[in-house]
């Protein structure tokens, strides 16, 4: 992916330009709102990356700008303190989704990966049927099997293994899964979610066969049939 | 808080005010009697001097008249009188040596009187009057009898009861005026108490309320808002001081962190070296949290999300929370009881639920046995929010302290766990809602309230 990163503090930018492309992404950085801006607007990125709190030109004017313009790039905000009022502005201004310092470097990977999933999917039909190995899900008749088996489960525990097939291969992480299965904004300090998983794991990994629910250490899960 | 009228009536007189609700009137109606009381003995003796006077001066009259005309004499000055005052006040009686009446006014000798004695007497009559005079033996042996009814005992007894209907009249009125009083008083102190008492909560902006009279209450009053406002500023200052600190501990943490992260990445690490980066960086982690909090908490208190507020489900967010929670607790072989009815409050969907974040996990992880989380309805349309645990008790007097900053009830309990900002943050988040909350002892286990303002009035300011 291309990425464009508007951050004025050089120290975070430099963390966040090296984990970027430790993890095969491009990376321009803008140092200001304007620079940010202009390079947002001149040359074509795949997702922007954009702190809240910026010199010359502020972070949520530069997206507006952006949105206004019909530059439909995804953009990730970053923003100092995650308070309601700030994710609120954030969201209505545009951006696709939204992350408070200090954050960590796999969420930031996570939700980019999640966005890029979701630029893509955008121009297909809605799925009815998610599959992932031999587990296969059907969202009409809200069932799941796992090859020749029938797979019961809550209706949470649904949702939560609908949203790891349709990341599936793609480590996604606790609250983002918070957001999208409970739909509440803010990082779960407990294994709450873990518990969650494992017994979701519980009736998908069945005895015998090869695990597809992976645990992502500092990061979260991953849902796929190879262990990588 | 009604203080418990252990000692009856010992503490009912314990209050000055009832002390001084009593000595009013009892002082007043003893100044009183005082002052009156010699009257009263002088107005007597005058009387008596009177009736003595009286008698005297009709004896000697008559003592003339039996000197010069004899017993015959005396008889016709008897009946002259008579005749010429048909007064009941003056009395006279001739009587043989039997006691048998020859003239005079009384129809035979009273009662009680000794006919053979020369003497002044004083005696009741029946119909409640007082006879007083004097008795002579004549030489032929008849009894004179000279008195006069004496209206001492019929003032006396007109004064006795005025005296009392008087002193009843000044209690009375003295107890009204004097309860009216303390009563007044009263109403000021304990609403001074009751604003002091919300000072004590933790309502630090809380001031005490003054009268429009500037007395010696307002005075104190006075004096002590002043000294809440010094506390306010110290509190405040501490705040600030700790919002600063988190706030500019960010930055080289957030560096700390990012550096550990980056040497955990680097390929050439070893195994053992990497787990103990990882192992750092939860740390670092951990403490960004705290500070993360920390900072939140100074928001919410300075009041950054008042227009925010919309009208919520909060038996939704409840439900969710449960539903969130419900396996973790599984886990532990604990179970969420939920008690739910339906509630709508003015507040924020994602705070509230971190209002019931912390309070299961504070629940799960400092107390024992199921948790009752419930949710009642208020006469007023707002909501109760209740979350219990059965658990060890938490020490009376640490329960005021539960949502302070940094506060931990035992130091033995997981400190490791939490750094004592959750239920401050907890407080901080039902106070931006206008409510209020309160940590009880349940009995076993701590109990704690939230309560909400209603939701109907729907978005507010936006």
Known sequence: ?228 | MPRERAGGLRAWFASPFHRFAVALPAAIALIVGALFYPLFIEAEAHIREEVQAAIEFEIAGLEAHFHERGLAGLRDALQRRIEISPDRAAVYLLADRDGRALAGNLSQWPAGVSANDEAWFHVAEADGETLEGRVFILFGGERLLVGRRSPLEAFQRNMTARLWWSAALIILVAGVIGGRFMQHLHRRLARLAAEAGRIQEGHLAQRLSLSARGDELDALAERFNSAFDEIERLVDAAKHVSSAIAHDMRRPLIALRNAIDEARRSPGADPALRTQLEGLRDQTEELLRTFSALLSLARIEAGALGPLLQAVNLTEIVRDAIDLYEPLAASQGRALNPRLAPACVRGDRDLLFQVLQNLIENALKHGAGDIDIGVDTLPDGGARLTVRDHGEAVAAADLPHLFERFFRADSSRSAAEGAGIGLALVRGIAEAHGGSIRATDARPGLCVEILLAPGRRGVEKS
Not at chain 1, 165 to 170: D, E, I, K, M, Y
Not at chain 1, 205 to 211: F, K, M, Q, S, Y
């Open chain 1, 1 to 228: 992916m291309k990425i464009l990163l508007v951050e004025d503090d050089a120290q975070q930018a430099g963390y966040i330009r090296k984990g970027l492309q430790e993890a095969g992404h491009t990376v321009d950085v803008a140092a200001d709102g304007r620079d940010g801006l202009f390079l947002a607007t001149t040359a074509s990125f795949d997702a922007i990356v954009l702190d809240r709190m910026l010199p010359r030109v502020d972070g949520l004017t530069v997206l507006r700008t952006l949105r206004a313009s019909r530059i439909a790039t995804p953009v990730v905000v970053l923003s100092a303190l995650g308070e309601v009022d700030d994710r609120v502005a954030g969201l209505r201004a545009g951006s696709d989704d939204y992350l408070v310092k200090p954050f960590a470097l796999s969420e930031l990977l996570a939700r980019l990966d999640a966005l890029q999933r979701r630029g893509n999917g955008r121009a297909e039909a809605e799925q009815t049927r998610l599959q992932t190995a031999d587990l296969e899900m059907d969202l009409l008749r809200r069932s799941v099997s796992r090859g020749a088996t029938r797979i019961e489960l809550k209706p949470k525990e649904f949702r939560l293994l609908e949203f790891l097939l349709r990341h599936s291969g793609q480590v996604v992480t606790r609250s983002m899964l918070l957001e999208a299965v409970w739909d509440y904004h803010f990082d779960p300090q407990t294994n709450v979610i873990d518990v969650h998983i494992s017994n979701l794991r519980a009736k998908i990994d069945l005895p015998g066969l090869p695990p597809l629910i992976h645990t992502v250490r500092g990061a979260g899960y991953r849902l796929g049939g190879d262990a990588a």
